[in-house]
């Protein structure tokens, strides 16, 4: 892939993700090659910066890869909330099915309840992930005046 086309591909993978410029943007639990690339694709498409899991700001999007072997869902969920804006969302972003660590859907729908998120919609960022968009519900927004 040309470079153009794969800056063209990082963008629109961002752009389905709400990563643009400006955009506070936290990963959590990368571990994968393939998930790497990917976050540098949206990242560098972006033209954003990633904020380090360690940091004291206030996220607007945590993209949490997550495999079915990661451990406790829920807890990295609740880990990923404590970091988001007001208005901050979640890409809990997973394996496609049938691929190697898939999470299945029924596991992310009793993890995000104890969270106190739902899903809003799913997306296919790549060939081999798929992303579920997580946020706290509307009416558990506060809004600061």
Do not use: C, F, Y
């Not at 086309?5 to 993978?13: I, K, P, S």
């Not at 972006?46 to 406790?72: F, H, K």
């Not at 729908?109 to 081999?128: F, K, N």
């Amino acid at each position: 892939m040309s470079p153009t086309a794969a800056n063209a591909e990082g963008q629109r993978r961002a752009e389905r993700l709400g990563v643009a410029a400006g955009t506070l943007v936290q990963s959590l639990n990368e571990d994968d090659d393939i998930a790497q690339d990917l976050l540098d694709a949206v990242i560098t498409a972006s033209g954003t910066e990633l904020v380090p899991e360690d940091s004291d700001d206030v996220i607007d999007v945590v993209l949490l890869w997550w495999r079915e072997d990661d451990g406790d869902l829920a807890n990295a969920l609740i880990d990923a909330r404590r970091q988001l804006s007001e208005e901050g969302v979640i890409w809990l972003l997973t394996p496609k099915a049938g691929r190697e660590g898939h999470v299945e859907p029924s596991d992310v729908l009793d993890a995000v309840p104890t969270a106190g998120l739902v899903q809003t919609s799913t997306v296919s960022v790549a060939a081999e992930w798929a992303g579920m968009r997580l946020a706290a519900p509307k009416s558990q927004r506060v809004r600061h005046r």
